[in-house]
């Protein structure tokens, strides 16, 4: 069964540190988000690409970086880590046109001391 | 600027019950209108959609209502079970397949 999948899924960093959050995704999907979810906060769109090559900058993108090499792997980075990163992030695909249901993973949860 | 509004935030409903969840957007480009369920240590996962040109959809115990003039939408969970408590989300996309999400809707269905 196709899937996405995570890793880390926990992880505790310090202050200034680089840290990189892995996403895989075997839909073969074009499309793949990374969200932030906070408390009261929601899901909140960090970055995203269309495809190969291709990245963009969401709400909350400051301090984040994110490389489309391949059409399953979308990696997120986080340059210098701050506490205010702490967070669970997820990632997400979607085939895109007339389809724009998400597929996610289940949550990498960050925590930076 | 908060695009897409959700309401309430939490909700405690006994079992049978209906539970309403409500949303609202700014964005009239948005043209698909999702709900995804989240439990916890969980993804979100899609649950109901909708596309702007049908005023109502059901699936099963599971109904969006649409109003595009008013730019509201609405999800129904008729004779909730205990298993349906879950964090929901209503989000809107536009054409480009991006997700706006509301804030979350902490659903508790008492036994």
């Known amino acids: 069964d196709a899937e996405i999948t995570q890793s880390p899924r926990h992880k505790i960093t310090e202050t200034g540190r680089q840290v990189t959050l892995a996403c895989h995704q075997t839909?073969?999907?074009?499309?793949m988000f990374w969200y932030r979810q906070d408390l009261g906060h929601g899901l909140r769109l960090i970055h995203y690409s269309y495809g190969v090559q291709d990245t963009n900058k969401g709400e909350v993108s400051d301090g984040y970086s994110v490389s489309r090499s391949n059409t399953e792997d979308l990696p997120l980075t986080l340059e210098s880590a701050a506490s205010s990163q702490t967070s669970v992030y997820f990632c997400?695909?979607?085939?895109?046109?007339?389809?724009?249901?998400?597929?996610f993973g289940e949550g990498s949860r960050l925590t930076v001391l | 600027q908060q695009q897409v509004k959700q309401s309430p935030q939490s909700l405690i409903v006994q079992k049978g019950g209906i539970s309403i969840i409500n949303c609202a957007y700014e964005?009239?480009?948005?043209?698909?209108f999702p709900w995804y369920q989240q439990f916890p240590g969980k993804g979100p996962a899609l649950l109901i959609a909708i596309r702007p040109d049908v005023s109502e959809k059901k699936e099963g115990r599971f109904t969006i209502s649409f109003n595009k003039s008013a730019k509201q939408f609405s999800l129904h969970i008729m004779d909730s079970q205990p298993g349906d408590s879950a964090t929901y989300f209503c989000?809107?996309?536009?054409?480009?397949?991006?997700?706006?999400f509301g804030d979350g809707t902490t659903l508790t269905v008492k036994p």
């Open positions: 839909w073969n999907h074009n499309n």
């Open positions: 989000a809107a996309n536009t054409n480009a397949g991006k997700s706006t």
């Open positions: 997400a695909s979607s085939a895109g046109g007339l389809s724009g249901e998400l597929f």
């Open positions: 964005n009239t480009a948005f043209d698909y």
